[in-house]
């Protein structure tokens, strides 16, 4: 599965919330708003997530594996600081 495109939305502001992307793989399948995130630890990223009736956030598509997550963290980040 390859990556073959990335969108990039910055959030303006003094938030931890610095954009949020879009990744499109196989020119096929995409999701979107993946949150950059400023960490105590430099930028990561969280996968689209709602509450549920409990009020507990979950992850509404994410890897599988870290190696996975990785490659999209990777993409993404370089695709942000490109911006």
Same mark, same amino acid.
């Given at each position: 599965?390859?990556?073959t ?13 610095? &954009?949020?992307a879009?990744?499109t793989f ?15 630890n ?17 992850d ?14 990777? &993409? ?8």
């Amino acid at each position: 599965m390859e990556i073959t495109d990335i969108r990039i939305k910055k959030v303006e502001g003094e938030n931890k919330l610095k &954009a949020y992307a879009s990744i499109t793989f196989d020119d096929s399948f995409v999701i979107h708003n993946i949150k950059v995130i400023e960490g105590n630890n430099g930028l990561f990223i969280a996968m689209p997530s709602r509450r549920t009736r409990s009020g507990e956030m979950k992850d509404v598509a994410h890897p599988i594996n870290s190696q996975f997550r990785e490659k999209i963290q990777s &993409a993404i980040l370089e695709a942000y600081q490109a911006e």
